[in-house]
């Protein structure tokens, strides 16, 4: 195949720095998951990387390491640092556009959306997975206890807040989510609102997907899905593929299967930040709207799972500093805080706070938060049931989160 003249690297790449043999180094990996493997590179292919955007040639990318480094980079490191570049499809190539387009359609085309994670962030076998699940209602691991068949159920829910970090880091939080689930009136239809991780074309996509997990399949409720297809007026499904491996609504299938497997869902990513909200604030706030008809209309028994997590600090989120544990307490703490306007359904007060700092503390959860605030509105209330937080590597960067339920009505107690 004729190398790439002028390499670009594709969309949907994301860089992290590592220790790697005792040595700092940078991991590039795919995000969107065509490719499956990720590369490891020193940090002196940074600069060579960061040029490829198309408009550079070899030479090109030669000479401005020269004058970057005052080190010679000789063209048969580059011819090869490209190839291996592309047969790891990481370039925006023939080769990366043609199995992306088959990938894209196989998706499309499937009714089921395949499990992506099992085997990785939770157990692909059924009998150890619910083991496992089981484990984390145990008290003495931070659990609720598990809910008994005598809990009354009196209490309309509406919605839950529940983690999506990794199930082995995040187990206990989830399940304080969905044993109040368990404790109270359910819907049957959950619009779950995951969070996007990539771009999220008009903010939000919809897949018309059954969900498959090792304890069966969570069935998408496609009536549900009809009627927002047919009611938005833009394309709900323009980056439905963003859905094959992003994880955010899986996790939650896992834990419906588990404790209610006759649920169905209705899935979608949602991805925007305060800036986007001031450019597309009506979209977003209509399509809310139409949340809010299916969620307290009469014809339908529906609610929203929020799935969620909070600060990412830390050199693997970008920060330049080693947290210290007075920064878990402090993040925490300012995660109270807009858990209270959540709790109160103050998706516009919990946004300005976010915009206040520029989400200086990567709160990747925006954009489900505040659109199931906002679907709420003046109709429910919230409280919260755990907060917690995960290190996630050895140079201590961290994770928070959080789980939270939803009641219909104002009254909170």
């Not at 040639?57 to 980079?73: C, N, P």
């Not at 994670?117 to 008290?139: D, I, M, T």
């Not at 402090?330 to 103050?346: F, I, M, T, V």
Request: contains cysteine.
């Amino acid at each position: 195949m004729t190398q790439e003249p002028h390499p670009k690297l594709r969309d949907g790449l994301e860089a992290h720095q590592i220790e790697h043999s005792g040595e700092k180094m940078f991991l590039l990996r795919d995000r969107i998951g065509f490719a499956p493997d990720s590369l490891i590179f020193s940090p002196a292919a940074i600069p060579i990387l960061a040029n490829m955007n198309g408009g550079n040639s070899l030479r090109d990318l030669q000479a401005d390491f020269m004058r970057q480094t005052g080190r010679l980079i000789h063209m048969e490191e580059l011819q090869d640092l490209v190839k291996t570049l592309d047969e790891h499809l990481f370039l925006d190539s023939d080769r990366f556009r043609s199995l992306a387009a088959r990938q894209i359609a196989e998706f499309l085309d499937s009714p089921v959306r395949k499990m992506r994670h099992a085997g990785s962030s939770y157990p692909a076998e059924a009998g150890q997975l619910r083991e496992k699940l089981h484990s984390f209602f145990r008290p003495e691991k931070g659990g609720p206890g598990f809910p008994c068949a005598t809990d009354g159920q009196t209490r309309k829910m509406v919605g839950l807040v529940a983690p999506h970090i990794d199930l082995n880091a995040g187990g206990a939080c989830f399940a304080h989510a969905y044993k109040a689930a368990a404790q109270a009136l359910v819907p049957d239809t959950w619009i779950v609102l995951g969070t996007g991780h990539d771009f999220v074309e008009n903010c939000f996509a919809l897949t018309v997907k059954d969900f498959e997990t090792p304890l069966g399949t969570v069935a998408c409720d496609r009536e549900i899905c009809d009627e927002l297809l047919r009611r938005t007026p833009f394309n709900l499904r323009a980056s439905e593929y963003n859905h094959r491996t992003e994880h955010t609504i899986e996790f939650q299938a896992v834990f419906l299967s588990f404790l209610q497997p006759g649920a169905r869902i209705v899935p979608i990513l949602c991805s925007f930040g305060a800036e986007d909200w001031q450019a597309n604030g009506n979209r977003i706030n209509e399509f809310a709207l139409l949340l809010a008809e299916l969620v307290f209309g009469q014809k339908r028994s529906v609610g929203i799972i929020a799935s969620v997590d909070f600060a990412h600090i830390g050199p693997r989120y970008g920060d330049s500093f080693r947290p210290h544990a007075g920064m878990i307490e402090d993040n925490l703490s300012l995660d109270g805080s807009l858990l209270k306007l959540l709790e109160l359904c103050r998706a516009d007060d919990f946004l300005g706070r976010i915009h206040r700092d520029s989400n200086s503390r990567k709160i990747c959860g925006v954009a489900p938060l505040f659109t199931m605030a906002k679907t709420f509105e003046g109709r429910a209330s919230g409280s919260t049931l755990r907060q917690s937080h995960a290190v996630v590597d050895e140079q201590g960067s961290f994770v928070t989160f959080a789980s939270m339920a939803f009641y219909a009505g104002m009254d909170r107690n």
